[in-house]
């Protein structure tokens, strides 16, 4: 492992958080490491991630609490613990609030879970944040317009808005196609690739293609 990789641990054991323990105690940015530690961990080992982002929030305000939070949400998500999810991402969203200039991708992230999990008592919230994030900053590469008017068309059909849902599957997979960002320096990043899963089968479904 590299010098500087020693808080980006993929795996978990008594020997690597004893090495990463020691590093620790002599850092002086400790929450940092932390927070970027449980992001690493946040899907394979979610108790420890959880554990790791709980110390990091007992340091204090820190500028990267958001995505603190987003990660909290993903380790919730593993141990399949949807309430703890929505409430964590709604935190990041808070956290946004008071300083906008530090974006995750909360918002787009809870969309889709409330459309994937099928949330329907939260579908209201979900059609509101979309109409909150309308501005094109918001969507920018195609993998955020695919996910966001995907997500919007699984729940207005669902709501048997039927003629809004398929023309919000129509937009998700028009971005599906694009092969190019849109920018010059990163024409690959945020290209979806794929829709063979149930997510892009249920927007091919609606759309009737």
């Given amino acids: 492992m590299a010098k500087d990789d020693w808080f980006r641990n993929s795996d978990w054991s008594a020997e690597i958080e004893a090495s990463f323990?020691?590093?620790l105690a002599r850092a002086k940015d400790k929450a940092q490491y932390l927070r970027i530690q449980a992001?690493?961990?946040?899907k394979r080992e979610p108790d420890t991630a959880l554990r790791l982002l709980e110390e990091y929030f007992q340091l204090g305000d820190h500028f990267d609490?958001?995505?603190?939070h987003v990660s909290r949400a993903e380790a919730y998500l593993s141990l399949g613990n949807l309430a703890?999810?929505?409430a964590s991402y709604e935190a990041a969203l808070e956290r946004e609030r008071v300083f906008p200039k530090l974006?995750?991708?909360a918002w787009v992230l809870l969309l889709m879970l409330i459309a994937n999990r099928r949330m329907t008592?939260?579908?209201p919230r979900a059609l509101?944040?979309?109409d909150q994030h309308q501005q094109p900053e918001h969507l920018l590469f195609p993998m955020d317009r695919y996910r966001v008017h995907g997500a919007r068309a699984i729940i207005l059909n669902d709501l048997q808005r039927y003629a809004?849902?398929?023309s919000s599957a129509e937009l998700a997979l028009a971005a599906a196609a694009k092969t190019q960002s849109g920018f010059s320096d990163h024409q690959t990043v945020g290209i979806v690739g794929t829709t063979d899963d149930d997510f892009g089968r249920d927007i091919r479904a609606i759309a009737g293609s």
């Fill in 121 to 123: 008592q939260l579908y």
């Fill in 65 to 68: 609490h958001a995505q603190a």
């Fill in 84 to 86: 703890g999810a929505v």
């Fill in 164 to 166: 809004e849902a398929r």
């Fill in 103 to 105: 974006r995750t991708q």
């Fill in 39 to 42: 992001a690493y961990l946040a």
């Fill in 21 to 23: 323990r020691a590093k």
């Fill in 128 to 130: 509101e944040l979309v």
